[in-house]
Structure formats: structure tokens, C-alpha cells
């Protein structure tokens, strides 16, 4: 049996009404040297019949009994079937348009920089319209065409979707795997890749149809809490957080204030508060000053973190440092 340029995992739990489909998405793409790995994780409806059906009637799906216990655990009982220099993830309800494969090779063969690309996508839901936020998040998906521009923001929200990811196998067995505990697996494993010195970015065609409905993960699974993912944020903030040296956190509303806690946990003060608001102003917020932003000059020693979450915000921050002299990544960290 020859060895597949890429293997595309798939785990499916209970998705009888969409897994033909995405299965056929994969099977049918212009990449044809590929193998579909489908991990049934415990389905009590026609999952596995129907995936077991498109094994019989194309020798390069193959399919795997998961243990019926989460996606990290189907994940880990597929993966150990994946013979591809390259991985794909693939989730049962979603669809991939058929060059999303043959053009995230290419970009991964075109620079060995990078460990993963994931790909712009369209968010679709069949009950009804997708929400302004969700629209937003693709729009701001597709913006991470560079490294750069990736790395920039993979502390405010996660930087690939997963699904549509391919990226290289040695890159993932590098970085540790998927990992289960109270966080989301994919954007820790994105800020592991990082943490190691790995490239990520998306293309900007959009390549996957990514579906959105009330009973997704990210709304249900206690590892997608606000708590969770701050705690995670704090985790990788601390990497370029120096050590022994109080952080300036940049919005004192809720956010800034539960991440100056964190870090706090973690080892990292907060010297002061910068704020907008008038009636925040001259305030001491758990010891520390509440301050304008006027009050900031040149770089100094200690890091800024940007923690404001309103729209456009991260922008404006973004512009009003960079006048000052701050560099992104070596002075500051957005984090919202």
C-alpha cells in the first residue's frame, strides 16, 4: 500500500444528517492522492453505517471506532492511522470546497516556515441568518494571510478554524499533539506550534463552508468558557511577559481585570491600568493607578497588555502605541 500525500481525520459522533456530505467534500477534492481517516466516536444513529458504507465504495476512506469520549480522545484513536506527511482536520458537519487540499499543500510546500495553514471561510446555518459576530470572526479569519499578522493576534480569539487546517504531521508530533484539559484543544495546540518557533497563517479564498449552529462546542463544552480561555491567554501571555517585572494592562472593564488576576496567579503584577473612561480615571484598582492614556511615553521595561474587547479598539491601541515607539510583540501584546 503506498504511502498518501495527506491524511484528512475526521471524527463524527451522532452526524448522520451531514457526515455523508462532508465525507464526499474530502473524497471529491481535484487533490486526489489522500486518505480519509473517519473515527466513529460512539454514534448511536447511522454515523457509522454510513461512514462504513463510503469505505466499502472507496478504498481510500477508512474507518476507526473511537472510544466514545470526547474529540481529543477520537482524535487520538485516529491518528495513529494517519500514514500522510501531511494532516487535515475535518469536522462531520462542515464542507470543503474541492481545491481546499490541493492549494493548502501548495502553500505548505511553497514555504517551509510554515507548520500549518488554515483557509478563509463561509459561515452557513440553515435554520437562520449567521449572526453579525460569527460573520466577523470569518471576516477576521481571512485577514491572517501573513505569520505576522497571525501571530499579532493569537491571544484574541483562535487564529485558525479548525476544520480547515492542514498542516505538517512532524509539526503537530513536535509540538506535543493534541492535548486534552480545560482549555480548547485546537487554540492551545496553535499557541504550542507558535511557542516553538513554527509559521502559521490562512489563505484568503475561502475553502471551507464552516457550519454554525447552537449546539456547537465553542457554546457548550466548558473548555470554550470565558474563564477557560482567559486562562489560557495568561498561560502563553507569561512566555513573553519578563520575568520578575509587573505588566501594564491596557483596560480596567471586566476583561482586564479578571487577565491582571490571572497573571497575577502566574507570577506577573500589574503596575497600573490605562483607561478611556473619565470615571475610571484616578482610581486604584487592587493597587494599582488608574491612568490615561496620555500618561504613556516611549518604551520602557515593562510590557503592555492590550485587553480591551470593543470594536475597533485593538486597532486604535494598535496605532496610538506604534506612534509612541511600541513595537508589537517586544513592548505590547493584544489580547483582546
Given at each position: 500500500?503506498?504511502?498518501?500525500?495527506?491524511?484528512?481525520?475526521?471524527?463524527?459522533?451522532?452526524?448522520?444528517?451531514?457526515?455523508?456530505?462532508?465525507?464526499?467534500?474530502?473524497?471529491?477534492?481535484?487533490?486526489?492522492?489522500?486518505?480519509?481517516?473517519?473515527?466513529?466516536?460512539?454514534?448511536?444513529?447511522?454515523?457509522?453505517?454510513?461512514?462504513?458504507?463510503?469505505?466499502?465504495?472507496?478504498?481510500?476512506?477508512?474507518?476507526?471506532?473511537?472510544?466514545?469520549?470526547?474529540?481529543?480522545?477520537?482524535?487520538?484513536?485516529?491518528?495513529?492511522?494517519?500514514?500522510?506527511?501531511?494532516?487535515?482536520?475535518?469536522?462531520?458537519?462542515?464542507?470543503?470546497?474541492?481545491?481546499?487540499?490541493?492549494?493548502?499543500?501548495?502553500?505548505?510546500?511553497?514555504?517551509?516556515?510554515?507548520?500549518?495553514?488554515?483557509?478563509?471561510?463561509?459561515?452557513?446555518?440553515?435554520?437562520?441568518?449567521?449572526?453579525?459576530?460569527?460573520?466577523?470572526?470569518?471576516?477576521?479569519?481571512?485577514?491572517?494571510?501573513?505569520?505576522?499578522?497571525?501571530?499579532?493576534?493569537?491571544?484574541?480569539?483562535?487564529?485558525?478554524?479548525?476544520?480547515?487546517?492542514?498542516?505538517?504531521?512532524?509539526?503537530?508530533?513536535?509540538?506535543?499533539?493534541?492535548?486534552?484539559?480545560?482549555?480548547?484543544?485546537?487554540?492551545?495546540?496553535?499557541?504550542?506550534?507558535?511557542?516553538?518557533?513554527?509559521?502559521?497563517?490562512?489563505?484568503?479564498?475561502?475553502?471551507?463552508?464552516?457550519?454554525?449552529?447552537?449546539?456547537?462546542?465553542?457554546?457548550?463544552?466548558?473548555?470554550?468558557s470565558k474563564r477557560s480561555i482567559l486562562r489560557l491567554k495568561a498561560r502563553y501571555l507569561g512566555e513573553v511577559l519578563p520575568r520578575g517585572r509587573p505588566s501594564i494592562v491596557w483596560g480596567a472593564g471586566e476583561l482586564g481585570l479578571a487577565l491582571s488576576r490571572l497573571l497575577r496567579a502566574e507570577g506577573f503584577g500589574t503596575d497600573r491600568f490605562i483607561e478611556v473612561s473619565p470615571r475610571?480615571?484616578?482610581?486604584?484598582?487592587?493597587?494599582?493607578?488608574?491612568?490615561?492614556?496620555?500618561?504613556?511615553?516611549?518604551?520602557?521595561?515593562?510590557?503592555?497588555?492590550?485587553?480591551?474587547?470593543?470594536?475597533?479598539?485593538?486597532?486604535?491601541?494598535?496605532?496610538?502605541?506604534?506612534?509612541?515607539?511600541?513595537?508589537?510583540?517586544?513592548?505590547?501584546?493584544?489580547?483582546?
Amino acid at each position: 500500500m503506498t504511502t498518501p500525500l495527506i491524511s484528512v481525520l475526521m471524527p463524527a459522533r451522532n452526524a448522520a444528517p451531514t457526515v455523508e456530505g462532508a465525507a464526499r467534500s474530502i473524497l471529491e477534492q481535484s487533490l486526489r492522492d489522500l486518505e480519509l481517516i473517519a473515527v466513529d466516536d460512539g454514534s448511536s444513529d447511522e454515523t457509522g453505517r454510513i461512514l462504513a458504507r463510503l469505505a466499502r465504495e472507496d478504498a481510500r476512506a477508512r474507518l476507526v471506532q473511537g472510544p466514545g469520549q470526547g474529540l481529543v480522545r477520537a482524535l487520538w484513536a485516529g491518528l495513529p492511522h494517519c500514514r500522510a506527511p501531511y494532516l487535515a482536520r475535518m469536522d462531520a458537519d462542515d464542507v470543503s470546497l474541492p481545491s481546499r487540499l490541493e492549494k493548502s499543500v501548495a502553500a505548505l510546500e511553497a514555504d517551509p516556515r510554515l507548520a500549518a495553514v488554515g483557509t478563509a471561510v463561509e459561515v452557513f446555518r440553515e435554520d437562520r441568518p449567521v449572526s453579525p459576530n460569527m460573520q466577523l470572526c470569518a471576516r477576521w479569519l481571512g485577514s491572517l494571510t501573513t505569520p505576522e499578522l497571525l501571530f499579532a493576534d493569537r491571544l484574541v480569539e483562535s487564529p485558525l478554524c479548525h476544520p480547515s487546517v492542514t498542516m505538517r504531521k512532524a509539526a503537530l508530533e513536535a509540538a506535543g499533539g493534541f492535548e486534552e484539559g480545560d482549555f480548547p484543544e485546537d487554540w492551545q495546540l496553535w499557541l504550542k506550534l507558535l511557542s516553538r518557533g513554527f509559521g502559521l497563517k490562512n489563505l484568503p479564498e475561502v475553502l471551507l463552508r464552516w457550519r454554525d449552529r447552537d449546539s456547537r462546542l465553542t457554546r457548550t463544552d466548558p473548555r470554550y468558557s470565558k474563564r477557560s480561555i482567559l486562562r489560557l491567554k495568561a498561560r502563553y501571555l507569561g512566555e513573553v511577559l519578563p520575568r520578575g517585572r509587573p505588566s501594564i494592562v491596557w483596560g480596567a472593564g471586566e476583561l482586564g481585570l479578571a487577565l491582571s488576576r490571572l497573571l497575577r496567579a502566574e507570577g506577573f503584577g500589574t503596575d497600573r491600568f490605562i483607561e478611556v473612561s473619565p470615571r475610571k480615571l484616578g482610581q486604584r484598582i487592587e493597587g494599582a493607578p488608574v491612568v490615561a492614556p496620555a500618561s504613556l511615553g516611549p518604551p520602557g521595561e515593562l510590557h503592555l497588555v492590550a485587553a480591551v474587547g470593543a470594536k475597533g479598539a485593538r486597532q486604535e491601541i494598535r496605532e496610538r502605541l506604534s506612534g509612541l515607539g511600541w513595537q508589537e510583540g517586544r513592548h505590547f501584546t493584544c489580547a483582546a
